[in-house]
C-alpha cells in the first residue's frame, strides 16, 4: 500500500534543459496535424551503469504516447539499422545516416544511468535531416518511475512541436462492469495501469475530477439510492456529499472546487442545481416543469453551462448563462435524440451524442450550434469528454463489435481513434484529469 | 441418568455453538458488504408497466394495468413498495438515469391519484443498469423499459 502510495503521489523529478547549445530551438521541423504523419524512431537507451528494464520500457512508454497523438508515425523497431541500445561517446556521437535510410526524420534516444534504485535519464530528441539535437532533457526519479519520465519527456516533444501543453501521463477515470455492478476505475490516459477505485457492489458512475486531479465526485447508490459522493484516488476514502431522496447525477466541481454542479430529479421535477461540497443547495438553475435537464457541464472560466434537456420535445443539447437566464438551443443535426455535452477547455466547441445512422455517434459544433461536425461512424459512441489541452476526446465505444463497451480516444476532429481498454463486461463514462504538474 | 443430563449440556454448547458460528458467517458477509442494488425481477403480484423509447407517459395500456395494481394495494393496506424505473441499454446512462426516475415518479403520481397513500411508496431509478433481458433487439428492449413495484412487505 506504502509502495502504491508512492507510486500515486506526485512525482518529484528534477527536470532541466542540460545542453546549452544556441541552435536548440532552431528547426524547420513541421508538425502537419493529422495529415501527414511524422516519422520518427525510438530506439532503446544506451544503459551506461546498473541493469535497467528502463532502457527498454522508457522507448516504448515514448512510442506509444507519440503515436496516440495522432502527429507521429512512430517506426517499427525490426527496420531500425541501428544496434538496438548502442551507445555512443557523445550524444550525437552516432551515424544519422542508419535513420535517413529507413525514412525517420526525427529520432528520440537516450542514456540511463542506474544507481541504487535511482535513474538518471537524459533524454534527446534528434532532426536528422539537420544532423543535429533540437531539445535535451535530464530526469532524475526513482527506478519505479519510469513510464512518468517517459510520459514527461513525450509532453516535451508535444510542446516542442506544436507549443502546447501534452496531456500524457494524465489519467481517466471511468466506471466499469463487475458482474451486474458498477464500480470506478482509473487508468492512465494511453491505457495502461488501469486499477479498481471502488468496491460497492452497486452502481458507481458519472464520475468527474476535482481541479487538483484527486479527487472524483460521482453517484452512487451504496446506500441503495443514488446520491453523490466524493471518493479520494489516492487512499480511497470516500465522503457522502447529498443525502436527498431524489436522484442527483452528472456532478462537475465548480470555481476553486468549491460547489458541485449537478442535475437532480426529485418528484416531478428535474432540475439543474448547484451544491455546496457539503451536499445543501445553493442554487437551482432551471426550472422547467415536467421535463428532464441532465449532464450540465461547465465553461471554461465558469460564465455558460452546457446541458441536456427534452423540454423541446426529444433530449436535444441548449446553453445558459452561469446564472440560467439567456437558454438556447445548439444541437440542430437531425436528430431527435442528443445527449451528454462536454465543453471544450479551449472555449471555442461542444461535443454532444446524437442519435444517428441507426446507432449513437459523436459530435461537434461551435458553442452556438454553427459548423456541427460528425466525428464518429462506426459502432456506438457515446460520451465524449475532452481532454484538458482540448486536443482530444476520451469516449465510450462499441468499436464496431458487438455491445461492450470500451473507453477510447481520438484527435479533436474525429481522426486517430485509439481503443485503450479491452474489457468483455464493458467501461463507459470516460472523466479525464488534469495535466500532471 | 447422569449421562443423559451431560449429553443435553453438551448438545445445547454444540446448538450456541452452530449459532454462534452462523451469526459471525453472517456480519462476516455484511462486512464484506452485499449487494446495494437488487436482482433484476419481473413483476408478479403487481404486475409492471412498459413505456416507449425515451417516454414517461402513462398510456391507456398502462393506466388499466396500474387500476388493477391498485386494487390489490387497497385490499393489502400493510404492503409498502418501491416504484423502480427502467430503462433499455440505448441512450447515454446518465440521462436513462433520469428518464428512470420520470417513469418511477409518473407511475407513482399516478397511484396517488388513484387513491394510494404517500407513506407506503417510494421510487428508485435504475436506468439502464438492471436489464431484465440482457439481449440487445427490439423484443428485449420493449420489456426493459419498465417500472417495477419491489414490495417491502
Known amino acids: 500500500m506504502i509502495q502504491t502510495l508512492r507510486n500515486m503521489s506526485v512525482v518529484v523529478l528534477s527536470v532541466f534543459i542540460f545542453i546549452s547549445n544556441t541552435a536548440i530551438a532552431q528547426t524547420d521541423l513541421v508538425v502537419r496535424g493529422s495529415g501527414r504523419l511524422y516519422p520518427i524512431g525510438v530506439p532503446q537507451l544506451c544503459l551506461q551503469s546498473g541493469e535497467t528494464g528502463a532502457v527498454r520500457e522508457i522507448p516504448e512508454v515514448l512510442a506509444r504516447d507519440l503515436d496516440i497523438s495522432g502527429y507521429f508515425e512512430v517506426l517499427n523497431p525490426n527496420a531500425y539499422v541501428e544496434t538496438p541500445g548502442k551507445c555512443a561517446d557523445s550524444p550525437d556521437g552516432y551515424a544519422y545516416s542508419d535513420w535517413s535510410v529507413i525514412g525517420a526524420e526525427g529520432l528520440v534516444r537516450g542514456v540511463v544511468v542506474e544507481d541504487d534504485d535511482e535513474l538518471k535519464v537524459q533524454l534527446f530528441l534528434h532532426d536528422v535531416q539537420k544532423q543535429k539535437i533540437v531539445l535535451g532533457k535530464e530526469y532524475d526519479g526513482h527506478k519505479t518511475q519510469a513510464r512518468e519520465i517517459a510520459h514527461r519527456f513525450a509532453n516535451e516533444v508535444m510542446r516542442f512541436f506544436t507549443g502546447e501543453d501534452g496531456v500524457f501521463g494524465s489519467k481517466i477515470a471511468f466506471s466499469t462492469r463487475i458482474g451486474r455492478f458498477k464500480e470506478l476505475a482509473v487508468m492512465d490516459m494511453d491505457g495502461t495501469g488501469e486499477r479498481q477505485l471502488t468496491d460497492e457492489k452497486g452502481l458507481a458512475m458519472s464520475s468527474s475530477w476535482g481541479p487538483a ?8 447508490y451504496r446506500q441503495r439510492m443514488p446520491d453523490l459522493f466524493m471518493i479520494n484516488t489516492l487512499d480511497r476514502k470516500v465522503k457522502r456529499v447529498t443525502r436527498g431522496t431524489g436522484l442527483e447525477v452528472g456532478a462537475q466541481f465548480g470555481p476553486d472546487g468549491k460547489s458541485l454542479l449537478a442535475s437532480q430529479t426529485f418528484g416531478k421535477e428535474s ?4 451544491f455546496d461540497l457539503e451536499g445543501r443547495l445553493k442554487r437551482r438553475l432551471t426550472a422547467v416543469p415536467g421535463v428532464i435537464d441532465v449532464s450540465p457541464k461547465w465553461s471554461p472560466g465558469f460564465r455558460k453551462i452546457a446541458f441536456c434537456s427534452n423540454r423541446s420535445g426529444g433530449p436535444q443539447i441548449f446553453t445558459m448563462d452561469a446564472s440560467g437566464q439567456n437558454v438556447k438551443r445548439i444541437s ?14 479551449l472555449g471555442d466547441r461542444i ?16 458553442v452556438d450550434g454553427s459548423d456541427a461536425l460528425q466525428l464518429t461512424s462506426v459502432g456506438n459512441n457515446e460520451d465524449p469528454e475532452w481532454s484538458p489541452n482540448g486536443k482530444y476526446l476520451a469516449f465510450s465505444s462499441t468499436f464496431g463489435r458487438g455491445r461492450t463497451y470500451n473507453i477510447g480516444i481520438m484527435r479533436y476532429d474525429g481522426s486517430n481513434i485509439k481503443q485503450l481498454t479491452n474489457s468483455r463486461t464493458g467501461n463507459m463514462d470516460p472523466a479525464w484529469g488534469p495535466i500532471p504538474r | 441418568m447422569r449421562l443423559t443430563r451431560l449429553l443435553r449440556v453438551a448438545g445445547r454448547v454444540v446448538l450456541l455453538a452452530g449459532i454462534l458460528m452462523l451469526v459471525a458467517a453472517c456480519s462476516c458477509r455484511t462486512k464484506r458488504g452485499v449487494a446495494n442494488i437488487p436482482m433484476a425481477e419481473e413483476g408478479s403480484i403487481l404486475k409492471d408497466v ?3 423509447f425515451d417516454s414517461y407517459d402513462i398510456d391507456t395500456t398502462n393506466r388499466s ?19 423502480e424505473g427502467h430503462c433499455d441499454e440505448r441512450g447515454t446512462p446518465e440521462y436513462n438515469m433520469a428518464l428512470g426516475q420520470k417513469r418511477a415518479q409518473a407511475v407513482y403520481d399516478y397511484l396517488r391519484g388513484l387513491g394510494i397513500g404517500a407513506s407506503r411508496m417510494s421510487t428508485v431509478s435504475y436506468g439502464e443498469e438492471l436489464p431484465l433481458d440482457p439481449r440487445h433487439n427490439e423484443v428485449a428492449w420493449s420489456k426493459n423499459r419498465r417500472a417495477h413495484f419491489r414490495i417491502e412487505r
Open chain 1, 213 to 220: 486531479g484527486q479527487v472524483l465526485v460521482y453517484t452512487s
Open chain 1, 332 to 345: 440542430f443535426v437531425k436528430s431527435n435524440y442528443c445527449t451528454s455535452p462536454a465543453w471544450s477547455p
Open chain 1, 271 to 274: 432540475h439543474l442545481v448547484l
Open chain 1, 351 to 366: 461535443a454532444f451524442t446524437c442519435r444517428a445512422d441507426g446507432g449513437f455517434q459523436i459530435f461537434s459544433s461551435n
Open chain 2, 50 to 52: 412498459y413505456f416507449a
Open chain 2, 65 to 83: 394495468i396500474l387500476q388493477s395494481n391498485a386494487m390489490w394495494l387497497k385490499e393489502n393496506t400493510e404492503s409498502r413498495f418501491v416504484v
